[in-house]
């Protein structure tokens, strides 16, 4: 996270209603269901606050998840156990206000949700996001993620070359 903004868990002193990231889906979910689905620890939910304004500048969620050995490229998975379900952290969303497009920091929110998955107490393997159209799976393709599954658009990255890279 640059400077500029502070990384932090969303709670109730962020101003939601304001945050246009130009996908509707992706405001509304912000203002409307991101402090239920903490609540009810479906997801945690992390803010990047533009720290001269105090306005919300993006967010993403993060939660537990498991994806099928056997739908992952054979490059991700050969040094790891054979067990039915790989381990990952789901990104369900992710995104940044249009006013601060171009700054870095959808990819400084990607990082960051490496290091916590990286950082967490219980094992995660790898990031999964599911890219909700072609703009965001080449954003997520550009950050060094591939293509699997045969379900739409889910894409994956291991977490050991995602923070190795970004170093
Ligand atoms: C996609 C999104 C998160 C990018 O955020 P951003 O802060 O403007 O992007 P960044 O400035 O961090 O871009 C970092 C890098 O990704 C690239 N990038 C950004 N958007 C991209 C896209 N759609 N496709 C390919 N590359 C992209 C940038 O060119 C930049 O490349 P560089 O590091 O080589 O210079 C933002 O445009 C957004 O919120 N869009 C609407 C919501 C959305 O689609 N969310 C994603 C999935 S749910």
């Given at each position: 996270?640059?400077?500029?903004?502070?990384?932090?868990?969303?709670?109730?002193?962020?101003?939601?209603?304001?945050?246009?990231?130009?996908?509707?889906?992706?405001?509304?979910?912000?203002?409307?269901?991101?402090?239920?689905?903490?609540?009810?620890?479906?997801?945690?939910?992390?803010?990047?606050?533009d720290a001269s304004?105090?306005?919300?500048?993006?967010?993403?969620?993060?939660?537990?998840?498991?994806?099928?050995?056997?739908?992952?490229?054979?490059?991700?998975?050969?040094?790891?156990?054979?067990?039915?379900?790989?381990?990952?952290?789901r990104v369900g969303r992710l995104a940044v206000d249009q006013a601060f497009h171009g700054q870095k920091l959808g990819g400084a929110l990607l990082a960051d949700a490496a290091l916590r998955a990286m950082r967490s107490d219980v094992a995660v393997f790898a990031l999964v996001v599911d890219a909700k159209d072609d703009a965001a799976e080449a954003f997520y393709l550009h950050h060094g993620f591939e293509r699997f599954g045969v379900n739409g658009r889910q894409l994956i990255v291991s977490l050991r070359r995602f923070v190795q890279e970004g170093e």
């Open positions: 996270m640059t400077a500029a903004f502070r990384l932090e868990v969303l709670g109730p002193s962020h101003a939601r209603e304001a945050f246009a990231c130009g996908v509707e889906a992706l405001d509304g979910y912000f203002v409307r269901q991101a402090s239920q689905d903490v609540r009810r620890r479906a997801s945690t939910c992390f803010v990047a606050v304004s105090g306005k919300v500048a993006g967010y993403y969620t993060l939660a537990a998840g498991g994806v099928p050995l056997t739908d992952l490229p054979e490059a991700l998975t050969k040094r790891l156990p054979r067990y039915p379900s790989v381990p990952v952290a």
